[in-house]
């Protein structure tokens, strides 16, 4: 018998979709104690920088925010989906993934608490910024929605960012190579499940995500609260979005997360191709030999088998 490596490769089908920086995601700042200050609805440098989630000392918190309400043409690119598209393919999907990147992380190591801020990630059913409107406290803030759902959190600082800080970033902006590394990435499947069960999801309703530091939640009745400013400078920055949509293959057998045909025989790839399991047994069509390899030996990096002679 002789022991081989065989490299694994997901089969499993999915779908990208994009979502237009410029129009479906941005930050509210809050910058004073009477006003909501909006500013940032396209992406530009500087101050009109998009999609932050943190403050500074001086500023009020920014929370970053994603909407999902039509297609954008950006050129000859097209992002997003209509509604009724969103709803049918969240109805059909296996599981619902958001992505993005973490383009820079400004910490304040000086200031004496640890470093960082948990982020909260909320779906949020109805989310309504009408066209030709600006975003603000009104239209964005989670809690002006009834059926907001809070999904996750996370910590900012554990990220490594793709620029050491505001400057590389506005000199060096977040390119297609990129995008390829995800630095960010939340399973909105079990979220957007219950809201659609529940009908707070329709083919005609907008939604949207909105990130927001947890810690402010327990003062959620006060706009602009003074309280919010925070001397740890932690800025998150994600530069694009995308939702990854995959197949629902939960009534289809499969062995080693490669669905099977109604015959026995199972495709994987570039894994091993066309193979045929029978108990702890496998049969390669491409070397026309049986294997030992039980399924729950097979990994993302690969499995170990026994090849008979």
Known sequence: MALGLFPFVSASAEEVISIHPRFDSGRVSTSDISTTNFAQWTNGVGATRANNVGWNEQRGIWYSFIRFAGPRLDGTVEYGLTLEDWHTRLLAAGSITLRGDVNWLEVNTDFPVDPGV????????????????????????PWNYPNAVKVTSFDVSEFTPLRPGWNEAEANPVDTRDKMSYAFEVDLTDAISAALAAGHMSPSTPWGIVLFPEEMETQ???????????QRQTVFNGAFWQVVLSEDSGTTPTWAGFPMFEDGWVFTGSFMGFVFPVGDFVFVDAIQNWVFLPESLVEEGGAWTYVFR
């Open 118 to 141: 948990p982020v909260s990630v909320w779906l949020v059913p109805g989310f309504n910024i009408a066209e030709g409107s600006l975003p603000g406290f009104a239209n964005t803030w």
């Open 220 to 230: 959620l009745n006060v706009p602009n609260n003074p309280a919010w400013i925070d």
